[in-house]
Structure formats: structure tokens, C-alpha cells
Nanobody, 121 residues
Framework: QVQLVESGGGLVQPGGSLTLSCAAS????????MGWYRQAPRKERELVATIANGGNPNYADSVKGRFTISRDNAENTVYLQMSSLKPEDTAVYYCNAEVMLATNWRTYDFWGQGTQVTVSS
């Protein structure tokens, strides 16, 4: 019904920058909140940042001042600009979207397949 496709992960040195993208497609009526979560090995998935339809970004304390979330509502795309990356940012990053389907006008949570971000020298 709805697909989220992430891109932009990879290997980066500490202190470096990386930008993730996530494009939603399918039977989309509207998208409420879009966000990024991450899961490091042997840890639970955690919130990184979210952004509502009208803006209002929300960040985990661990990434405040280093990461910026933004979205293009016309393209149903959310971005995560990451700078001053640290080894502890290493994780699989997942895109999430709260989507009201055009088929039944009900709201569901959708997830991307994840993209690996590795911060290492």
C-alpha cells in the first residue's frame, strides 16, 4: 500500500557528514508525522528525530545540534542531515511515516527497510 525507500547510508569518518533520504509512495492520502529511528547492534530501536506535517521537528537529546530533519511534502520525502558524526551514531537507520491511506482514510504506521550508517576511522 505504501512503500518507504531510504537512501544515503554508508561509511563515514568521525566528524564527517551524511544525509539520508526517505521517499514515500503508494496509496497516500496524507502523511502526518515522518521520522527517523535507529538500531545499533544489541540495542533497542530508538527515536532519532521526527517532524510533523507543518514542521515542528523533535530530536533525541543525543543528536540535538548535530542532526537536522526536514521534509518535502510535495515529494513525500523526509531527510536527515547528520553532521559531527560519532562512532556511537553507528546503526541501521529506519524511516517511519504515519500515513492516512487514500483507499480507506485510516492512519497506519509504515517503515522503510533500513539503511546502514557506519562511523569509523
Amino acid at each position: 500500500q505504501v512503500q518507504l525507500v531510504e537512501s544515503g547510508g554508508g561509511l563515514v569518518q568521525p566528524g564527517g557528514s551524511l544525509t539520508l533520504s526517505c521517499a514515500a509512495s503508494g496509496s497516500i492520502g496524507s502523511i502526518n508525522v515522518m521520522g527517523w529511528y535507529r538500531q545499533a547492534p544489541r540495542k533497542e530501536r530508538e527515536l532519532v528525530a521526527t517532524i510533523a506535517n507543518g514542521g515542528n521537528p523533535n530530536y533525541a537529546d543525543s543528536v540535538k545540534g548535530r542532526f537536522t530533519i526536514s521534509r518535502d511534502n510535495a515529494e513525500n520525502t523526509v531527510y536527515l542531515q547528520m553532521s559531527s558524526l560519532k562512532p556511537e551514531d553507528t546503526a541501521v537507520y529506519y524511516c517511519n511515516a504515519e500515513v492516512m491511506l487514500a483507499t480507506n482514510w485510516r492512519t497506519y504506521d509504515f517503515w522503510g527497510q533500513g539503511t546502514q550508517v557506519t562511523v569509523s576511522s
